[in-house]
């Protein structure tokens, strides 16, 4: 009887402590096979540890009349395979929004430091008066619009927007932040 077969039904019968000699005797190779697909050692060793759990998974599956060593390896590449992949997809997302972006990550965190003292700022305003004017811009609701959810005259509308917009203008001056509040 082969070796591992042996291990293998001592772990599906329970003896989970059967599986270290699987991984003793396959870390090395499978290590290597792993690094020569990632180039990359730190990445290698997650892999392998991740394929050993998946081998664990997948030991009800084996079929014992095959080779475990083939079983093992094909598991384990295309695990790896599949995780590269998945990698490469969200390497290439991020670097087309880098690109499409074309910013640096110093102004992205620029750009999300000055949103979220924007957002404090807003925050601090009278409740009507941030209400309409989240209408106007983060809902993009016209005049008329806002006038009919909110119950009031398209005149006073205008007239809180306008001092919303005021106060932000002051607030972003007096904090070193100019937002471009515009007058519209």
């Known amino acids: 009887m082969d070796e591992e077969i042996r291990y293998v ?4 019968a329970g003896d989970k402590r059967a599986y270290i000699h699987i991984i003793n005797r396959y870390k090395n190779p499978l290590y290597a096979t792993i690094l020569r697909m990632t180039k990359n050692p730190q990445t290698a060793e997650d892999l392998l540890q991740e394929v050993f759990f998946k081998v664990y998974e997948q030991l009800p599956k084996y079929n014992p009349k095959g080779p475990f060593k083939s079983w ?3 598991i384990a590449i295309n695990y ?5 992949r998945k990698k490469r997809i969200q390497t290439e997302q ?9 910013d640096t990550p110093e ?5 999300n430091e000055e949103s979220r003292e924007l957002e404090k700022m807003v925050s601090l305003l009278p409740e009507d008066e941030r209400n309409i004017l989240l209408l106007r811009y983060a ?11 909110l119950g009031i005259s398209i005149i006073e509308v205008r007239n809180k927007l306008y001092r919303a917009k005021k106060k932000l203008r002051k607030n972003a ?12």
């Open 94 to 102: 991020i670097e087309n929004t880098i690109i499409r972006s074309n």
């Open 139 to 149: 809902n993009e609701l016209s005049y008329a619009e806002i006038s009919e959810t």
């Open 107 to 111: 102004v992205v965190l620029l750009q």
């Open 72 to 74: 093992l390896y094909r």
């Open 173 to 184: 001056k007096e904090g070193g932040y100019l937002y471009g509040v515009s007058e519209r």
């Open 80 to 84: 790896c395979i599949d995780q590269l």
């Open 9 to 12: 039904r001592q772990i599906l």
